[in-house]
Each structure stands twice: as C-alpha cells, then as structure tokens.
C-alpha cells in the first residue's frame, strides 16, 4: 500500500494565490517591455524576445533550424532566461565537452514535460550522480542478461495479440511495448504486468507531459490549472511507484529488478523514485519514437528491409537452429544470447545508426553555464546563461552528410563512413561529459522488435484505409516528445510468413 502519510509529507501543496497572480502578471509585463533597457550589450530585445522565447518553446525545431544556422551564435531571452542557441564545430565541441556545464538544471527549467520532484523534499537529498550512478549500474551490459527474458516474454504477448495477419498502428503499438519494457527495466515485474496500473502510470505521464505548455514554461510562478494538474498527477504516480516499492520491500524473495535491486543495495524510497523518474522518461520518450521510425522507414526500403530480414535468419540460423516443427520465429528468437544480438547485427546497427541521425536531429539539447562569466572566442557567455544546441545543425550538413534527408543506412559503412573526419558528427547518443548511458538496452529493445516483425511477418505501410502509403510520412519535428509523423497516423499492414 502506498503510504499516503509520508507521501503528503514530500508533496509540496501551496493554495492559488490570485492577488499574487495579478501582481507578477504587471511586473512581468513590465519586465519584458523593459528588458532590453537593462542589458548593456543591447542583445536582448525584450518584447522581440517575447516572440522568440514563444517559438523557441512551441516550435523548437523551426526556430533553431532558421536561426543557429549560421555557425555562429543567436541570443534570445524565454522570460528572465539569457538562451544562447549555438552552431558549428568549436561551439559544439565547448557545448558537449566542457565539465562545468550544468546539465539537468537546464532540461528543468526550459524542457518541461518531464516529472520533475522540484515539489517534493527528496530534491535537496539526491543528487544527479547518484542517479547516474544508479543507472549506469542497472543498465550495465551485464545486466541486459536479466532484461532480455523480461523483454522477450512482453514481445510475445504482443505477437499473440498481432496474430497471423490484420494492421496495427506503429506509434501505438510499438510505443506500448517500449512502454512496457521500459517499465519491467527500471521498476519490478508486479507493476509491469498489472494492465490497470501501467495504464494509471501511463496517464499520469501523459498528465504531467501534457501540462507543459509555452505559458506554463514561460511563467512557471503562474498557478495555473496545468500546473495543478501537473503537481497532482506527480503525486499520484510517486504514489504508485511507491506502493510497488513497499511490495517489494516486504518479499520475501528477491529478483533481479531494478526494484529489488536498489532494496538489496539499501537504496532509500526516495532515490529509487528519482532514479525510476528520470528514466522511464528518458527511456520511454527516445526508445519509443525511433522503434517506430525505423519500422516505417524499412517499410519503404526494400532493400534494407531484405538485407536485415536475412541478417536476422543467419543469426537464427548460427544461434538457433530449427530443432523441430514446434519451432516459432520467437522461440528461436528467445534462444539467441545477448552477446549476439550486441554484435551479430551489423546491418541493423547501421540501420539504427541512421533512424537516430534522422530522428534525434529535432531534438535541441541544453546546458546552463552555472560557474562564472565565460568567453568563446570573441563571444561572451555570461554566467547563468543557458545553451541550446539542435541536432540537426550538424546531423543535416550536406558537407557532412550526403542528400541528408535521405534514409540512408549505407552511409555508415566502413567504405563510405560520412562524417568520420568530423568531431561529434553523430550525436545521437550524445557525446562528451553525457553520453547517453541506456545505448546498450535502448539498442537491443529495438533490435528485439524489428528482430520480431521482420522474422516473422512481411508488411507494407498502409493508411487507416489500408491502402499503402506511397512515402515515408514526415516527422513532427516541434513535437519535442512524441514526434509522431504529421497527419493521420500510419498501420503496419501485416502477415505471417510461411516460413
Ligand atoms: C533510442 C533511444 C535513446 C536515444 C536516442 C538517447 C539519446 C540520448 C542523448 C542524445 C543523450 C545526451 C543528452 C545531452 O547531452 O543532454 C542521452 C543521455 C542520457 N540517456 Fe539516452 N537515449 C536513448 C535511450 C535511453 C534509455 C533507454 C535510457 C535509460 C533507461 C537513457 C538514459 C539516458 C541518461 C540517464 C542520459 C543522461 C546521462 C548523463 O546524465 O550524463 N537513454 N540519451
């Protein structure tokens, strides 16, 4: 049971107050029309700033494509935040590389979106390492031997509901999955197999995601009803993690769950629900969309579709040979070791490789200069300024990248190897002082399911009607959470291969 007591204890509620509204709204709306006047370098603009700050929150992609494209950098204020979108290679490089960089502060304050526990006492007592700690530890690549059953038995259950033949939507289905593998990964198996709890947990993510909009990150001090909405659904979902935990605190019998993990390793209540926070949102986010980008992007690739389908039936073949008529695709696919699915793949890594140039190319990371005032070359970059870097800035330079819209997985191969000469020219997994520390799992979560449905079915990518869809649809690019494709969503159109 969730204990609701302590639970109100690490909520912080404070009433509307609407005076105070009333009063910040005047001071904030003389603080824009003014704020030009208080910068001495006259770079940022006060009321032009309010249109930037608006594009940059609701249309972040297409304000950071037309203005850091430059290779130099762009100044804008969101509110009483200096931004500085950066470009080109030497400001990448002090972007990725330089150790005093703050890093999760500044998804915080300009992402959103994400649960954040700013409301709840445990802040001050965890810190980032010990989250980082924490899941380099339990997504280490000796720990994907205990994922992979997990992941393989949930896999199975979706091909049962697939059936022999029929259509199902790619950013649903294959979304749910990831879902639910990034659930078992980094909670513990009662919560990842009880339906009505992964659907609660999954409606307060939505809540919380949902109740980050331009204003409420514009204005964060505003009370208003989305961020009501957002302060309650964090404490019904810390709620519910905490009911599992305290299930597993009173086992008897442990398992390898990350739950049981940390209970084992005298982990508190608190770090646990820091660490599950941050990466079932990490996880869920960046696995769940390129899962699905790269079924649709095989869909219209024949080529890399055959390629990858043989690649998947010799490694069958090496690891699990057909022993009788009893015999599936996932059967066999469940006898395949971890060690080979990391390094038996090559096709499907590049394939990968490309999904996340073209996919993570929307995404604008950020950083916040905590220290002192700095300078980069000629450019200042004043203390408390935060930094926003697009990917698309390098992973869509023609210089780097031949035709770079294209679906082009061969541009990885160790004949062409674009972008090789350049520093941090693929970024997908970030770089430098924070690369990414689920590349391991996040890579065999996605090679477990294309692995399962090009093993097994042939399909076509249809529209609602069925009818095939005669090109890739294209990525909501602004969409900085689901980047779904735009218009009406896309179907696998499927059938079991005979063989
Ligand atoms: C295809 C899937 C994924 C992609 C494309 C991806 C991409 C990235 C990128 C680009 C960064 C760098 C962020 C920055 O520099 O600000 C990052 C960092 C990170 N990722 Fe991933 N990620 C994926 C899956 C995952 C998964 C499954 C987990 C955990 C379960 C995870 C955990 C993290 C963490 C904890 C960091 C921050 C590391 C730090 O604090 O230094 N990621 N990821």
Same mark, same amino acid.
């Given at each position: 049971?969730?204990?609701?007591?302590?639970?109100?204890?690490?909520?912080?509620?404070?009433?509307?107050?609407?005076?105070?509204?009333?009063?910040?709204?005047?001071?904030?709306?003389?603080?824009?029309?003014?704020?030009?006047?208080?910068?001495?370098?006259?770079?940022?603009?006060?009321?032009?700033?309010?249109?930037?700050?608006?594009?940059?929150?609701?249309?972040?992609?297409?304000?950071?494509?037309?203005? !850091? #494209?430059?290779?130099?950098?762009? *100044?804008?204020?969101?509110?009483?935040?200096?931004? @500085?979108?950066? +470009?080109? /290679?030497? =400001?990448?490089?002090?972007?990725?590389?330089?150790?005093?960089?703050?890093?999760?502060?500044?998804?915080?304050?300009?992402?959103?979106?994400?649960?954040?526990?700013?409301?709840?006492?445990?802040?001050?007592?965890?810190?980032?390492?010990?989250?980082?700690?924490?899941?380099?530890?339990?997504?280490?690549?000796?720990?994907?031997?205990?994922?992979?059953?997990?992941?393989?038995?949930?896999?199975?259950?979706?091909?049962?509901?697939?059936?022999?033949?029929?259509?199902?939507?790619?950013?649903?289905?294959?979304?749910?999955?990831?879902?639910?593998?990034?659930?078992?990964?980094?909670?513990?198996?009662?919560? !990842? #197999?009880?339906?009505?709890?992964? *659907?609660?947990?999954?409606?307060?993510?939505?809540? @919380?995601?949902? +109740?980050? /909009?331009? =204003?409420?990150?514009?204005?964060?001090?505003?009370?208003?009803?989305?961020?009501?909405?957002?302060?309650?659904?964090?404490?019904?979902?810390?709620?519910?993690?905490?009911?599992?935990?305290?299930?597993?605190?009173?086992?008897?019998?442990?398992?390898?769950?990350?739950?049981?993990?940390?209970?084992?390793?005298?982990?508190?209540?608190?770090?646990?629900?820091?660490?599950?926070?941050?990466?079932?949102?990490?996880?869920?986010?960046?696995?769940?969309?390129?899962?699905?980008?790269?079924?649709?992007?095989?869909?219209?690739?024949?080529?890399?579709?055959?390629?990858?389908?043989?690649?998947?039936?010799?490694?069958?073949?090496?690891?699990?040979?057909?022993?009788?008529?009893?015999?599936?695709?996932?059967?066999?696919?469940? +006898?395949?070791?971890?060690?080979?699915?990391?390094?038996?793949?090559?096709?499907?890594?590049?394939?990968?490789?490309?999904?996340?140039?073209?996919?993570?190319?929307?995404?604008?990371?950020?950083?916040?200069?905590?220290?002192?005032?700095?300078?980069?070359?000629?450019?200042?970059?004043?203390?408390?300024?935060?930094?926003?870097?697009?990917?698309?800035?390098?992973?869509?330079?023609?210089?780097?990248?031949?035709?770079?819209?294209?679906?082009?997985?061969?541009?990885?191969?160790?004949?062409?190897?674009?972008?090789?000469?350049?520093?941090?020219?693929?970024?997908?997994?970030?770089?430098?002082?924070?690369?990414?520390?689920?590349?391991?799992?996040a890579k065999l979560e996605m090679k477990i399911i294309v692995a399962h449905v090009l093993g097994a079915?042939?399909?076509?990518?249809?529209?609602?009607?069925?009818?095939?869809?005669?090109?890739?649809?294209?990525?909501?690019?602004?969409?900085?959470?689901?980047?779904?494709?735009?218009?009406d969503p896309c179907y696998i159109k499927y059938e079991r291969k005979t063989k």
């Amino acid at each position: 049971m969730a204990n609701v007591t302590s639970l109100q204890s690490i909520i912080f509620h404070k009433p509307a107050n609407t005076p105070l509204i009333a009063f910040t709204g005047v001071v904030l709306l003389l603080t824009i029309l003014t704020a030009g006047w208080y910068t001495p370098s006259g770079s940022f603009l006060g009321v032009f700033d309010l249109h930037r700050a608006w594009k940059f929150l609701a249309r972040r992609y297409d304000f950071m494509r037309s203005s !850091a #494209h430059q290779r130099t950098l762009t *100044r804008f204020r969101v509110v009483q935040h200096r931004v @500085i979108a950066l +470009s080109g /290679t030497d =400001f990448r490089k002090f972007f990725f590389n330089d150790g005093k960089l703050a890093w999760r502060e500044a998804y915080l304050v300009l992402m959103s979106g994400m649960p954040e526990v700013t409301d709840i006492d445990m802040h001050e007592q965890v810190t980032d390492d010990a989250v980082r700690k924490r899941t380099v530890q339990l997504f280490s690549p000796s720990r994907l031997e205990c994922l992979r059953p997990a992941f393989l038995e949930h896999m199975q259950t979706q091909m049962d509901r697939w059936g022999s033949s029929g259509k199902f939507a790619v950013f649903e289905d294959v979304f749910s999955l990831i879902y639910q593998f990034t659930v078992h990964m980094t909670t513990c198996r009662e919560l !990842a #197999h009880n339906p009505e709890d992964l *659907r609660h947990l999954y409606e307060y993510y939505y809540t @919380i995601e949902s +109740s980050s /909009t331009p =204003f409420s990150m514009m204005f964060p001090w505003i009370r208003s009803p989305a961020l009501g909405r957002k302060r309650q659904a964090t404490e019904k979902l810390v709620g519910l993690l905490m009911k599992y935990i305290q299930l597993r605190r009173e086992s008897k019998t442990m398992s390898t769950d990350a739950f049981d993990v940390c209970i084992n390793d005298g982990i508190s209540d608190q770090e646990i629900i820091e660490f599950v926070l941050e990466t079932i949102f990490a996880g869920v986010i960046n696995t769940g969309v390129n899962a699905c980008w790269i079924l649709v992007y095989l869909g219209f690739n024949p080529e890399w579709k055959d390629k990858i389908t043989t690649e998947i039936y010799t490694l069958l073949d090496a690891h699990a040979p057909v022993t009788g008529p009893g015999d599936t695709i996932e059967s066999r696919l469940a +006898s395949v070791p971890t060690s080979a699915w990391d390094d038996s793949m090559p096709m499907l890594d590049l394939a990968i490789r490309e999904v996340l140039r073209l996919i993570t190319a929307s995404i604008t990371l950020l950083r916040r200069n905590k220290l002192r005032d700095l300078k980069l070359g000629a450019e200042p970059i004043p203390k408390d300024a935060f930094l926003a870097y697009n990917l698309s800035d390098i992973h869509f330079d023609p210089s780097v990248y031949s035709d770079p819209m294209s679906f082009d997985p061969s541009r990885f191969s160790a004949e062409r190897a674009e972008g090789k000469e350049v520093p941090n020219a693929f970024l997908g997994w970030g770089a430098g002082r924070h690369p990414c520390l689920g590349l391991k799992v996040a890579k065999l979560e996605m090679k477990i399911i294309v692995a399962h449905v090009l093993g097994a079915f042939k399909y076509t990518i249809v529209d609602g009607n069925g009818t095939p869809l005669k090109q890739a649809p294209i990525h909501d690019r602004n969409n900085i959470h689901k980047a779904k494709p735009l218009g009406d969503p896309c179907y696998i159109k499927y059938e079991r291969k005979t063989k």
